[in-house]
């Protein structure tokens, strides 16, 4: 029995030396012509959206920076913002008629409006996804706010690509979207179409040097090229790990910092991170039903709590107020409703004709004298 083992490792040492012996090679496999081609192992993953939970309780679709661009930037085709911008093969994106107020300065702003804040002035951002609360810095950037305020207010003129008109009267951005969404970078509106087609028809000339760009939050214009953009900057939120999502801090990137060679900071809108509308707005995808970037209205107001609104066809007295002009606030009504208190008024008066019926005098003639009162104010 033992020789016949014997004879059965030789046996198998033999087979071994004519198959030419086996080793391992650390090259891999090569792969054939017909084999389909795989994903790298090593590959870093790309990473995906995720959906976080925040102090308050709100859950948000957290969309971290990624390579795929068409995730993030507006689509290349004519797409108006506002229906209204809508003309195909009409459209006419420079102005054929020279600008009505090239000068446009914080002087004319405060002529219009006299209560007008020099150190800070409030702006409210009214948003699909919330409401950004701001302040601009007149005494820092005069030429910045002054083209922001004036677009928002309607008081500076800009360019009509379909009625091919200036328009003063109409603030700019009400009813417009941030075209353009870069998380941990800055959401940028201000063009009248995703493709940044047209903007407001004149060319920014800002040569002041602004704030430092230094934290999230800011506003921020371009010095130079086609007036009306504008942008809030974000940040990357950064977290001990992954499980404590909210216990991060907000991180202002190299990137952003370098915007100060061409851009000007005149504002800011405070920015907490994660759970704050501009962070949510950088990372939100768009809707096929609707548009989470859109801003319904954008308005500065006054040390007496009431939006600023230039209306050309208001009375002289009324041209620099404020007050109660713009359609969307419910300041308006506030300042309309105490006219109806002069009928009140004149309501006993048909009570004295009424009293002496004995006269023979019929109480129905007078009954209009109200009515001409309500028609002479």
Not at 48 to 55: I, K, Q, S, Y
Not at 83 to 88: G, I, K, L, R, S
Not at 308 to 314: F, K, M, S, T
Not at 349 to 370: Q, T
């Amino acid at each position: 029995m033992r020789g016949f083992a014997n004879g059965c490792w030789v046996l198998v040492a033999l087979v071994g030396l004519a198959a030419g012996g086996c080793k391992k090679s650390s090259a891999p496999p090569e792969r054939t012509a017909d084999e389909p081609e795989g994903e790298d192992v090593g590959a870093a993953p790309q990473p995906r959206g995720r959906t976080t939970a925040v102090v308050d309780g709100t859950v948000y679709n957290i969309l971290e920076p990624t390579h795929d661009a068409s995730l993030l930037e507006p689509p290349k085709d004519l797409s108006p913002v506002r229906v209204e911008f809508a003309c195909p093969g009409k459209e006419e994106f420079e102005p054929t008629m020279p600008d009505p107020q090239p000068g446009f300065s914080i002087e004319d702003l405060r002529r219009l409006f006299p209560d007008l804040q020099d150190e800070q002035v409030p702006v409210e951002i009214n948003t699909e996804s919330g409401k950004i609360e701001c302040e601009v810095w007149p005494q820092v950037a005069p030429q910045a706010v002054a083209q922001f305020l004036g677009l928002a207010t309607g008081a500076r003129p800009w360019w009509h690509p379909c009625r091919h008109e200036w328009v003063v009267g109409e603030p700019y951005y009400d009813g417009s979207t941030f075209y353009s969404v870069q998380p941990a970078f800055k959401i940028e509106s201000g063009c009248l179409y995703r493709g940044c087609e047209a903007s407001a028809g004149f060319d920014a000339a800002i040569t002041e040097p602004g704030a430092p760009i230094d934290k999230p939050g800011l506003l921020v214009l371009p010095r130079r090229g086609p007036a009306g953009t504008f942008a809030i900057l974000d940040c990357a939120w950064r977290v001990p790990e992954p499980t404590k999502m909210t216990e991060g801090t907000c991180e202002f990137g190299a990137e952003a910092r370098a915007l100060g060679r061409d851009w000007v900071a005149f504002g800011v809108c405070p920015h907490s991170g994660i759970g704050h509308a501009v962070y949510r707005l950088a990372r939100l995808l768009r809707d096929r039903q609707a548009d989470p970037h859109a801003i319904h209205w954008l308005r500065p107001f006054s040390p007496a709590n009431e939006y600023y609104r230039y209306r050309p066809d208001a009375p002289a007295a009324d041209a620099g107020t404020p007050a109660a002009t713009a359609t969307p606030e419910p300041a308006a009504p506030a300042t309309a409703t105490p006219e109806p208190a002069a009928p009140a008024t004149a309501t006993p008066e048909p009570a004295a004709p009424a009293a002496p019926p004995a006269g023979g005098a019929p109480p129905g003639p007078a009954e209009p004298a109200p009515a001409a009162a309500l028609a002479s104010p």
